[in-house]
Structures are given as structure tokens and as C-alpha cells.
């Protein structure tokens, strides 16, 4: 199971993604990894998942399906993301 999440450094919720980011990694162990949607990579995965607002998490699974998302500034809590990482 990967965690993926779209966002903007450079925004005004940049700075508590980037900890929550930090904080989810340190206590579960699991990568999160960042996706600008501004980069080539990052429109393309947009356009896959349909993410039209940041940031947004998504739990993928190892087929590429999307079995869980938030989106917004609403980060979710920690265990609901890491009911995922351990499925």
C-alpha cells in the first residue's frame, strides 16, 4: 500500500502538510510520498484520480487502485491513514 499526497510547497497550508507529513512517518514508519501537481508526473496522476483539490492523501493499493482519499485542508488523523499502510 503506497500513500501519495498531492500538494503545493508553496501555499498557504504548505508548511502543515510538510508536518504532517513529518510527524505521520516518524510515528508509523511509512513513506509518504509527495506529488506536485504542477510537474508533469504530478498532472498525470491528478488526471488518473481525479484529485482536483489539494492536498489531498490517497491510500493506492498495490494494483493502483485508490481505496481511500482525503482532500482539503481537513488532514486526516494518523490512524485512519495507518488502517491502510498496515492492510
Do not use: H
Request: hydrophobic share 40%; charged share 35%; with cysteine.
Amino acid at each position: 500500500m503506497r500513500v501519495v499526497c498531492v500538494w503545493r510547497r508553496e501555499s498557504d497550508y504548505g508548511r502543515m502538510v510538510e508536518e504532517w507529513i513529518g510527524e505521520f512517518e516518524r510515528r508509523s514508519g511509512a513513506e509518504v510520498e509527495s506529488v506536485n501537481p504542477d510537474t508533469r508526473e504530478g498532472a498525470s496522476l491528478c488526471r488518473a484520480y481525479g484529485v482536483v483539490e489539494y492536498p489531498t492523501l490517497m491510500a493506492i493499493d498495490k494494483d493502483g487502485k485508490a481505496v481511500a482519499d482525503w482532500r482539503g485542508q481537513m488532514l486526516p488523523r494518523f490512524d485512519e491513514v495507518m488502517y491502510w499502510v498496515l492492510k
